[in-house]
């Protein structure tokens, strides 16, 4: 089933990406063994329904990996032609400490080695430390590679407004910054939505799903705890949904979208990423796909059909009101990684 148009965005002048993005951490382990064929055959699977963009990182375990394989049997099975219906977005996440030119080729050369390309079509840069400068000069580096064609864009990963606004007053032209935004975490709409809005830069957002929390899977169940939490997603947002209000409010949560859905024909988690793409300057959700082990695409297909209304805003409006201001609690986007 061929997505509709509104699956697409115009996310830069030369890349047209689907609004969800196929999200590779869940490559990585922690999220159940990955089995390499199965997984190269799902990449097919996500590109023909029509979700043609991946996120990944450079320390995905594999992720990068897979996407050199999966253009090298796109050519092998469909041509050359048929490359330029995929884009796949990677990170750079370097130690903290002094960034040289040389440390930089060298990671990006890795990257385009592995991924077989001739030029990465987004770099996300990761950095660890604000009280460590250090972050400017791989940055500056970063947009002398892109003047010289091995990077066509720069985009950031859990940069905070402030450093964001640094970034971009060093002159680098940041082009995105791809942040937690989910029902549970909506920190980004404290400042960061906006300052993007007036200076152009787009969101990419991850969390949206909170690992699969925000589905029927977790409607009227207890609490997961230990081991029922199995991949290193669950873990990750049940701790998020804990700083947030807790699992009884949470489960409220789940009533409202429960009966949002219900109004509408589609999922609950159809409704939590419509929600968060009808946000500003938010151009794509980013959902994890355990390539091979389980598989969302038809469920996640239905997202561009949904049009949510006042009335479902509201009532979702009803539960978050009583929620923890997470903005206050924990920071900025990213803060988490920085305490
Ligand atoms: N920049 C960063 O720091 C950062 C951090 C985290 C993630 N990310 C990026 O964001 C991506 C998303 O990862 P995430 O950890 O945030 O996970 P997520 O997208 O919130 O959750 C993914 C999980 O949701 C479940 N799911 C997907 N579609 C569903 C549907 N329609 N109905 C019910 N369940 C559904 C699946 O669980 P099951 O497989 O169990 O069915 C899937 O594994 C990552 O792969 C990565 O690319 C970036």
Redesign the pocket.
């Given at each position: 089933m061929p997505l509709p148009d509104s699956s697409r965005i115009q996310f830069t002048s030369d890349l047209r990406i689907c609004r969800v993005?196929?999200?590779?951490?869940?490559?990585?382990g922690g999220?159940?063994a990955i089995d390499r064929e199965r997984a190269l055959q799902s990449m097919f699977d996500y590109l023909d329904t029509g979700f043609t963009t991946?996120?990944?990182?450079d320390h995905?375990g594999p992720?990068e990996d897979f996407i050199g394989q999966f253009r090298r049997e796109l050519v092998a099975t469909r041509g050359v032609d048929s490359l330029s219906a995929v884009q796949a977005f990677t990170?750079w996440v370097p130690r903290p400490g002094t960034v040289t030119r040389r440390l930089v080729d060298d990671s990006v050369e890795v990257s385009l080695r592995r991924m077989n390309v001739d030029r990465l079509d987004l770099l996300?840069f990761?950095w660890w430390d604000y009280s460590d400068p250090n972050y400017l000069d791989a940055l500056t580096y970063l947009a002398q590679l892109q003047d010289e064609g091995k990077i066509a864009h720069i985009g950031l990963?859990?940069f905070d407004t402030e450093h964001l606004k640094r970034v971009v007053d060093h002159g680098i032209k940041v082009v995105s910054n791809?942040?937690?935004y989910?029902l549970i975490d909506r920190r980004p709409e404290v400042q960061m939505v906006q300052f993007c809005q007036e200076l152009g830069i787009q969101l990419?957002?991850?969390?949206?799903?909170?690992?699969?929390?925000?589905?029927?899977?977790y409607l009227g169940q207890p609490q997961p705890i230990g081991s029922t939490l199995?991949?290193?997603?669950?873990s990750?947002?049940a701790q998020m949904v804990e700083s947030w209000g807790g699992w009884a409010l949470f489960q409220e949560l789940l009533v409202a979208l429960k009966s949002i859905s219900e109004r509408h024909g589609v999922?609950?988690?159809?409704v939590a990423?419509r929600y968060i793409l009808d946000r500003p300057t938010v151009a794509g959700?980013?959902?994890?796909?355990?390539l091979g082990?389980?598989?969302?695409r038809e469920?996640?297909v239905?997202?561009f059909g949904l049009a949510l209304d006042e009335q479902d805003r509201e009532q979702i409006e009803a539960v978050l009101r009583d929620s923890r201001d997470l903005y206050q609690f924990i920071g900025d986007c990213?803060d988490e990684?920085r305490r």
């Open positions: 993005l196929n999200g590779m951490w869940q490559v990585s999220h159940g991946w996120d990944l990182a995905y992720a990170k996300q990761h990963t859990n791809q942040v937690q989910s990419l957002t991850y969390g949206t799903l909170g690992g699969g929390l925000l589905s029927e899977k199995n991949t290193a997603s669950l990750k947002y999922s609950i988690a159809n990423v959700v980013i959902i994890g796909a355990r082990i389980s598989d969302h469920d996640n239905l997202v990213g990684y």
